[in-house]
């Protein structure tokens, strides 16, 4: 038997499903070194402290007053989404108030500041709440309290979702009820008002109450909501909002046959009809999210796991119409995919769910947020062109202290907050490690621990370091180390023996015990800059290729690359070189590319030319006026935190 108490307490995590996955969360994680370690200490002190003040400047939580009519004035913003900036904010400070206390001793559990901060806002909320349950700050101060008038547009249920998330967040992580008591309200007011048979047969044209719903399901046992929220997943895409694929109103998500609309939209249901999937075993509902994950990352995805092709309705576009310039992916969608795919993951098994939630997580995701913690990306695109005119906004190509639409900010700060509990997992046989992150991860067999501890310089370094701290010695269990997508060559060693290489199962390396604590693992995955192609159905960058190496995606930076980037051209035969630079960029490893800049053709007004013959033919050689460059490239998540100017990710070879 294990040395730890028993493990029959429940996940805290975001996420706490029903027996009938294929795997758990964890018990207990704790990130404690590394690059999450860091960037989450960076979250810590610098992104969650700083919510309140802006919120305040921005009129959030002033609107919150005006709704509890403890102060007068006039509504503050335009939109009538803003109360879910609140309760983002919330959730993400219940996560870090939640958080195990380092164990170097750092710092305390529990920042006194953070908690009484928490405690102001939670009772501005519960105040501004009407005595039904009903709690929207644009409706009760603008509209005179009429509701559910504007489905398609007003948010109402999606502000109420994330509530309900912060809610069940701060239970969790503190054990207070306070905010839980006024999300309760709400779920039972939404209860009695929407369902066939009940006052208002809709939806709300944002998704997010559907997964909420779920997760407050878990939380106190109440069946109605989970019935409440497969309700809301069915009666998308029957043309109650007029049919819409921006409001996931076109298609049934049961028949759907690939991602559509708005993709933040898309992907919160997605979650949900996960979560409703994993509690009811309904498994149509299960094969279309798998089949439209699999479309979605097979003809809508970009290279760095961004999502969603077009600024207009930030929506998804054609299959492989992946654009550079206009790219939007929005952060948001970023977020929204890493909860479908560890849900998926959760339900399934399935290693390749885990790889997307990697890709997106350095790449997609993390670009969104400064280095230093104070500026965001609200979009991410792939190219900014050498004299690009930015005019500003949330939509701009420059990093921005908040938004008028702040989505993205506390969407960030929460993810971020409680990242630890998407690293690994457990199951009947054994724990998974999914993400590598320095830290100790606590899994459950059959009611004794299982307790890994995780040592890595991950992504600079392929190696990874595991040691069993605690497990049953009387039956063996499996420890299950996923094998990244781009790895070409992983060795592993064992108790100091190295094992014979094997194939991956299902993306999964399956090292079976017996285990006794002590024993110890090192996995080595070869981690080397590559050129990667895209599939030649993306026409925006046919004929180009990106570096990577490990699980980053890279780009090109015109303060590393004077001259301009618009001209320049990768020479694919040539060896690529890293390095790794201590100083640059909080730390990171460079590489750089040979390559050249074209010359560009003498005069004339017209920027068109007839075909020559030095053009024919598949490969490109640079010309005798073309001018050697080194070119050379850092890490996509870091762009933009030194000085404005041109980026590229996709480089042509010709």
């Not at 805290?12 to 969360?25: D, K, M, T, V």
């Not at 998407?422 to 724990?431: E, F, K, P, Q, V």
């Amino acid at each position: 038997m294990s040395q730890s108490e028993p493990t029959s307490a429940a996940p805290a995590g975001p996420i706490r499903p029903g027996p009938g996955g294929a795997l758990r969360p964890l018990l207990a994680a704790d990130i404690r070194g590394g690059f999450w370690h860091r960037r989450r200490d960076i979250n810590g002190r610098v992104g969650i402290p700083q919510g309140p003040q802006l919120l305040e400047s921005a009129g959030n939580l002033h609107n919150l007053r005006l709704a509890a009519h403890t102060v007068e004035g006039t509504y503050r913003g335009d939109l009538p989404f803003v109360d879910s900036d609140v309760y983002k904010w919330l959730e993400a400070a219940a996560w870090q108030l939640g958080r195990a206390a380092p164990s170097d001793g750092s710092g305390p559990a529990e920042d006194a500041g953070l908690t009484a901060d928490v405690q102001r806002i939670i009772a501005l909320v519960a105040d501004a709440q009407q005595p039904d349950g009903y709690l929207n700050t644009w409706f009760q101060v603008t509209k005179d309290g009429r509701r559910y008038e504007d489905l398609r547009w007003g948010h109402e249920l999606y502000c109420a979702g994330h509530l309900i998330q912060a809610a069940v967040a701060h239970h969790r992580a503190t054990g207070g009820k306070e905010l839980l008591d006024v999300a309760v309200r709400f779920a039972d007011h939404i209860e009695s008002v929407f369902g066939r048979d009940k006052r208002i047969d809709g939806f709300d044209g944002h998704p997010e109450v559907e997964t909420a719903l779920v997760e407050l399901y878990r939380e106190t046992g109440e069946r109605r909501y989970l019935d409440l929220a497969a309700y809301f997943v069915d009666r998308h895409g029957h043309g109650l909002l007029g049919g819409e694929a921006y409001c996931q109103d076109r298609t049934p998500l049961r028949v759907q046959d690939n991602v559509e609309g708005h993709a933040v939209r898309q992907l919160y249901l997605l979650a949900g009809a996960a979560d409703v999937a994993a509690e009811t075993g309904d498994a149509e509902l299960l094969a279309a999210c798998e089949r439209l994950w699999t479309a979605m990352v097979a003809t809508k995805t970009h290279i760095t796991g961004g999502l969603g092709a077009h600024h207009d309705e930030e929506d998804f576009g054609d299959p492989y119409e992946l654009p550079n310039e206009r790219a939007y992916c929005e952060t948001c969608a970023a977020v929204a995919s890493v909860h479908f795919s560890w849900r998926m993951a959760l339900l399934t098994g399935d290693a390749r769910y885990s790889d997307l939630i990697e890709r997106t997580l350095f790449n997609g995701f993390l670009a969104g947020v400064s280095l230093d913690g104070e500026r965001w990306l609200y979009v991410n695109p792939l190219q900014v062109r050498d004299g690009h005119t930015d005019t500003g906004g949330d939509q701009s190509a420059r990093r921005t202290r908040w938004f008028r639409c702040a989505c993205c900010p506390p969407n960030v700060m929460r993810l971020l907050a409680g990242l630890e509990h998407y690293i690994a997992s457990t199951s009947t046989d054994g724990l998974q490690i999914h993400q590598y992150a320095t830290g100790r991860y606590t899994g459950d067999l059959a009611g004794d621990a299982l307790v890994v501890s995780v040592h890595t310089d991950f992504p600079w370094s392929g190696t990874v370091r595991l040691s069993v701290e605690d497990c049953p010695t009387d039956r063996p269990w499996t420890l299950s180390l996923r094998i990244p997508q781009w790895s070409t060559d992983h060795r592993v060693e064992v108790k100091g023996r190295e094992l014979v290489p094997t194939a991956a199962d299902a993306g999964w390396l399956r090292l079976a015990g017996p285990w006794t604590p002590g024993d110890e693992i090192t996995l080595e995955l070869a981690i080397t800059p590559r050129l990667v192609a895209a599939d030649a159905r993306v026409d925006a960058v046919r004929g180009c290729v990106a570096i990577e190496r490990g699980p980053l995606v890279y780009c090109l930076e015109g303060v590393d690359n004077p001259g301009g980037l618009d001209d320049v051209v990768i020479d694919a035969g040539r060896p690529l070189v890293e390095e790794s630079r201590s100083e640059l960029l909080g730390g990171v490893v460079t590489v750089t590319a040979s390559g050249s800049r074209r010359t560009r053709p003498a005069g004339g007004w017209w920027p068109y030319r007839e075909l020559a013959d030095s053009d024919r033919g598949s490969v490109r050689r640079a010309g005798s006026a073309d001018t050697a460059a080194a070119l050379t490239a850092v890490p996509y998540y870091a762009w933009a935190n030194r000085q404005d100017g041109p980026m590229r990710v996709w480089i042509p070879t010709s």
